[in-house]
């Protein structure tokens, strides 16, 4: 994981003030209940993101944001006010779709007006906008080219100026760059950043994929369920998860069953660990720990650290530029990442197949994650 | 194997228009009767388009036609928007119903709206069996057609785009108007051009709900068939043939201009 | 749609939407159906308009005399062997216009008599077939004697098969469109023979296609009056004609209205075992 690339955004100054809060948001379609009560407020340009695994109601709050479907339980308030009952044309949002949702009988530029020709704005204006947009996403000189004459990453920049051009409080974007290949999604991901920072637009941004929201979002809503499981700083959410899923989404993580034997010590199958836990554990509680693969260091000759244990190297996969061993100690299996440790240690990788290795884990590494069930 | 294939392919073909093709061949033929060539003249054509009763005949037809296209392609449209945007109670219902004229034999089609015809006849004392009568019973079936033509087109369309309209400033009508209908006037376009044809191409439900001075060019050509058949009838089928094919290449050509699929 | 809007704006929707079709649909089709039901079970008056007391008469009538059972079978038989006919004409049709490079053209082909005015087609065929027909001049200019093609069982079936063809090609042809052909590969290089591969990877393919055709052809088949009114010379009686002559010549309008329900529960019956084959879904692939 590219940590480097989210610690950018951590110190972003926000204006004040809430954008969007959500109040005991419900939704239930037949005998589903795609969103079982979220409680959220997003700031005035931040970019926020909805992050979570497919059905998780990511996307089922996004639209009752647009105002597709309507919750069945609680309040959306936009700007201060209460959206019940507010058709999606009258919202002060805009959504950018999964799948563009570009009008294929229109022109790129025909396209870009739709939302001001329905205000009614006189023509010379209108025309104005639209090149002002058109200059914001670099697609000048394809005005006229309909949509299926554009490549999937110009889609996307009209779906975005189609949106933008409308100059709404709130940008929505639902899973915009899952249909781009991975190198064009590395370069709309920075262009998004960047538009988002020029313009100050609060941006609600779904996705399924971890990588992004982390590099690109203010702040991450964990969603699994229909609930909400942690929100927070890109850099909170994945360093210290508060449940296993969070823990398990969001990259790689080994978790560990531990039994608290004093407020700051638990017994692990791997051992006797003490932690750096601010919440201290009661004696005698069953919880999880996690522990992120790149964190966990490999020694040849026993360390002077805390958090020892020996574990035998059972696999290595190596991935590029990273080697991944798998350990097995304590009856269960490790997985370890040794970007970080090339630095650290260097001749690690001399590890081999079945070698006996000493594994230290770092207590403010090892984060408590929730109750063991 | 292939070359098997490909001449007994054209052989079906070939029968498929061998029929039609003589027909053509003898509108041109100056023999009154058998079909020994005798030489090629446009009378049949010239007499046919002197009798004032086929001219009448034709207008008939049209005039259902017309009529009963654009009350059928109106009301296929809404139905087809209403069956895949809302949920209601009936709908299965409804959606069988719509089946109805697409498989029932058109004898039971014809005689059931006699009977409807006719048993409102003898309450109310009204309508007589007219042109008024044949385009109730051409919309009726032409409806079916028609909405399920559309609703096939509508199936195809992203709900996303729709959304995308409401998204950007929208009302329901203006969304309809500016996105919904010019995405699927193809289909809509299909399903009136469907129906026109069915009308022109109605013999049975048009000879049950028919009635004196609403004779359309089927009927016409179903009398002359049982009375003996004169040339002037394959120069009047020449003609509609004619027809057909032309409307069947406009409408083709719409579509591929409107529809890229 | 799942739209934010009241109860009421959907209602409004609805009514504008669905409203009027609802109510051509009930006026005209529902109702009438009904009708026929109702008349059914009536009884022929003096001038052979409907009148009381209702009974199973009708039925009883049709069902206890031979002749009309006669006739249903004739239909049926006609019917089914004239479908069976197209499907062996039309199934390799289908095969060469998807396989062939102007497949549209040859798609159009097909269609313009699928369009062209269906009385104009059977009406080629008498001339084709009458004593002074095509057929006749080209047989007698060989020398041999000319034959007695028309009104016979013969013209019948040409003409309906004639007729249908197209019925049966156009669904077939979009089954066959879907083919997926890598099928065919996988079973030959599992060790199928030519025609085993087609009968285990293409024909289960077509099936869909081969079903809704044939059920498009076999339904009018069965139902037509007017194929063995003109071409059987009044001489061959279907179920198609029994009804069109109760409520013409023989001006029963109560038993004609009978014959008409048992075409429908026949028609139902077809669609019924069809939808057992094909799921609800197939309905929608009749069209």
């Known amino acids: 994981m590219e940590q480097a690339l989210f610690r950018g955004r951590r110190d972003r100054k926000l204006a004040d003030g809430i954008a969007v809060r959500l109040e005991g948001i419900a939704k239930r379609f037949g005998d589903t209940l795609a969103v079982a009560g979220v409680d959220l407020d997003i700031r005035n340009g931040e970019f926020f993101s909805l992050l979570g695994p497919s059905g998780c109601g990511k996307t089922t709050l996004l639209r009752m944001i647009a105002g597709f479907d309507e919750p069945d339980e609680g309040r959306i308030l936009i700007a201060g006010q209460d959206m019940r009952g507010v058709p999606p044309y009258r919202r002060p949002v805009n959504t950018v779709f999964q799948n563009y949702a570009l009008f294929p009988h229109l022109t790129v530029e025909q396209n870009i007006a739709f939302g001001l020709r329905m205000k009614r704005m006189p023509k010379g204006q209108i025309s104005k906008r639209v090149g002002w947009a058109l200059e914001l996403v670099n697609m000048q000189g394809l005005e006229t080219r309909r949509p299926h004459q554009l490549s999937g990453g110009q889609k996307q920049r009209v779906a975005l100026a189609r949106a933008l051009v409308n100059e709404p409080e709130v940008l929505l974007l639902d899973e915009p760059l ?18 988002q920072e020029q313009l100050g637009i609060t941006f609600i941004f779904v996705t399924h994929d971890q990588e992004e929201a982390l590099v690109m979002s203010d702040r991450i809503a964990v969603m699994n369920r229909g609930k909400v499981e942690q929100v927070g700083p890109a850099e909170d959410v994945y360093e210290l998860p508060k449940t296993p899923f969070v823990a398990k989404f969001l990259g790689d993580s080994n978790l560990i069953p531990a039994t608290a034997l004093e407020p700051r010590r638990v017994r692990t199958p791997l051992g006797e660990f003490v932690l750096d836990e601010e919440d201290a554990l009661t004696p005698g509680q069953e919880v999880l720990l996690s522990i992120r693969p790149e964190k966990i260091r490999l020694f040849r000759d026993r360390p002077s650290l805390p958090n020892v244990f020996q574990a035998r190297v059972d696999d290595i996969i190596y991935t590029g530029s990273e080697n991944q061993y798998l350990l097995k100690a304590g009856g269960m299996t490790l997985v370890t990442d040794t970007l970080n440790q090339d630095i650290l240690e260097p001749g690690h990788d001399e590890f081999t197949y079945d070698e006996t290795v000493w594994v230290a884990m770092t207590p403010e590494k090892l984060v408590v994650v929730g109750e063991a069930r | 194997m292939k070359r098997l294939l490909a001449v007994y392919s054209w052989a079906i073909l070939a029968f498929l228009y061998l029929p039609i093709l003589v027909i053509v061949v003898l509108s041109f033929n100056k023999s009154r009767f058998g079909v020994s060539w005798t030489g090629f003249t446009l ?26 296209t654009a009350v059928s392609t109106v009301i296929g449209t809404l139905l087809a928007i209403g069956l895949v945007r809302y949920g209601f109670r009936l709908k299965r219902f409804l959606r069988y119903l719509l089946y109805v004229p697409v498989v029932v034999p058109d004898v039971v089609m014809g005689i059931s709206l006699l009977l409807l015809f006719d048993t409102v006849r003898d309450t109310i004392g009204w309508p007589r069996l007219s042109l008024f009568t044949i385009i109730l019973a051409h919309i009726s079936f032409q409806v079916a057609y028609v909405t399920l033509v559309v609703r096939a087109r509508l199936m195809l369309l992203d709900p996303a785009l729709e959304e995308a309209a409401r998204d950007l400033g929208a009302t329901d009508w203006r969304t309809f108007l500016e996105v919904t209908l010019p995405l699927i006037s193809p289909g809509v376009v299909s399903g009136a051009l469907l129906a026109f044809s069915l009308s022109l191409d109605d013999f049975v439900v048009t000879f049950f709900t028919s009635g004196s001075g609403s004779t359309t060019l089927p009927l016409y050509i179903y009398g002359k068939v049982k009375t003996g058949i004169t040339p002037d009838i394959h120069a009047l089928s020449t003609l509609m043939v004619g027809a057909t094919i032309l409307i069947l290449l406009l409408g083709l050509l719409f579509w591929r201009k409107g529809g890229t699929k | 749609m799942r739209e934010s809007a009241s109860p009421w704006q959907t209602l409004q929707r609805l009514l504008v939407t669905v409203g009027p079709g609802a109510f051509w649909l009930l006026v005209f089709v529902l109702v009438p159906s009904v009708l026929i039901l109702i008349a059914s079970l009536m009884s022929r008056g003096n001038f052979g308009q409907l009148v009381l007391p209702l009974g199973l008469h009708n039925y009883v009538r049709f069902f206890t005399e031979p002749l009309f059972w006669e006739i249903v079978g004739r239909s049926l038989w006609i019917g089914f062997w004239a479908t069976v006919l197209t499907v062996l004409l039309g199934y390799p049709l ?17 269609i313009i008599p699928f369009f062209t005015n269906f009385l104009i087609r059977v009406y080629a065929w008498i001339v084709l077939l009458q004593r002074e027909g095509v057929v006749n001049a080209v047989i007698t200019a060989f020398g041999l004697p000319s034959a007695n093609l028309f009104p016979s069982t013969f013209a019948v079936y040409l003409a309906t098969v004639y007729t249908y063809l197209p019925f049966f090609v156009l669904p077939l042809y979009a089954a066959v469109e879907r083919i997926e052909w890598n099928q065919l590969e996988a079973a030959y290089d599992l060790g199928a023979s030519p025609v085993r591969g087609f009968w285990e990877a293409i024909l289960p393919q077509t099936l869909p296609g081969l079903l809704a055709g044939f059920l498009l052809t076999f339904i009018p ?7 063995a009114d003109l071409l059987g010379g009044g001489k061959i009686t279907l179920i198609g004609n029994l009804i069109q002559q109760q409520f013409g010549a023989a001006q029963n309008w109560a038993f004609g209205a009978a014959v008409s329900m048992i075409l429908m529960s026949l028609v139902l019956l077809g669609l019924w075992l069809y939808a057992r084959a094909q799921g609800e879904k197939g309905l929608d692939e009749l069209v």
Not at chain 1, 178 to 195: C, F, G, H, T, Y
């Open chain 1, 178 to 195: 899952s249909a781009l290949d991975l190198k064009l999604r590395q370069e709309l991901r920075v262009e998004l950043m960047n538009l």
């Open chain 3, 221 to 227: 088949a069965v139902g037509t009056f007017v194929i």
């Open chain 3, 94 to 110: 289908a095969f060469y216009i998807a396989g062939h490079r102007h497949k549209q053209v040859l798609l159009l082909l097909v």
């Open chain 2, 43 to 68: 009378d049949w054509y010239a007499r046919l388009f002197a009798n004032e009763r086929v001219l009448e005949y034709l207008a008939n037809t049209l005039i259902v036609a017309v009529v009963s």
